[in-house]
């Protein structure tokens, strides 16, 4: 039987700038100092069965980033969550440790949509954003140019279908979005596109550098 566990943690401050593979070295790095054996897979090049829920973009933070893993004996989730406790680097924080069924589904196929906190620092009025908001959602197709894998092209594509939600304000200093997209194998939906659209279809002109992204949930099918 399976011994399936998910970890719940924190990516803030300078960890939000660790790339993906590297978040999967150190977790593997992690496990290997403290004791805790993971269950590896069969075959000529066998690797440990570690995976993201949904890998994050560099450069985002997040609040909800989740680790699936198996292991090869039966630990209780608490001794799991003491272990790792203190091998977290600054900026990375567990929540939560948690067994998972065998019968359930891998995180990463049953994933469906990520909620995101994007902070854009332009001074606007709340009732024009809200205007701005309303004109952006309720366009019959919203285009952005995404990258195409095979070739590295830019290519036009209508991703209105894929944002369930977007919510507009301002603080003093920024316009705050939160925006519902999907998320997962079957549809995918980069914040990025949202970005870049929005800020072309309300003509502000911000370098991208200066905008902040966090994510803060996910949900599952």
């Known amino acids: 039987m399976a011994n399936r566990y998910v970890i719940k943690f924190t990516k803030t401050g300078y960890a939000k700038y660790t ?8 977790f593997k790095r992690a496990f290997r100092k403290s ?19 949904q890998p994050l973009s560099l450069g985002y933070s997040s609040s909800c980033e989740l680790l699936e893993f198996e ?23 567990i929540k939560q440790v948690e067994e998972m069924g065998a019968e359930v589904k891998s995180l990463a196929s049953s ?3 990520a909620e995101y906190i994007v902070e854009i620092p332009f001074d606007v009025d709340q ?6 908001c309303g004109a952006y959602i309720e366009q019959d197709e919203i285009i ?23 919510e507009a304000n301002t603080t003093h200093t920024s316009i ?15 914040p990025e596109l949202v970005i870049s659209s929005f800020l072309e ?3 502000i002109k911000v370098p991208r550098y200066k905008i902040e992204v966090e994510r803060t949930k996910l949900e599952f099918v």
């Open 176 to 190: 705050v979005l939160k925006m519902d997209l999907d998320c997962g194998s079957v549809s995918n939906c980069s």
């Open 19 to 26: 790339s993906h593979l590297d978040m999967l070295r150190f």
């Open 201 to 203: 279809f309300a003509d």
């Open 35 to 53: 004791g805790i054996s993971l269950r590896y897979s069969k075959g000529f090049n066998p690797h440990p069965k570690l995976s993201f829920a």
């Open 71 to 93: 292991t090869e004996i039966h630990h209780d989730p608490g001794e799991i969550f003491s272990l790792l406790l203190n091998e977290m680097p600054e900026g990375m924080e």
């Open 127 to 132: 009732n024009k954003l809200k205007e701005i």
């Open 111 to 113: 994933a469906d949509s």
């Open 144 to 166: 952005a140019l995404k990258r195409r894998k095979k070739d590295k092209k830019m290519v036009p594509v209508d991703i209105k279908n894929m944002i369930r939600s977007l």
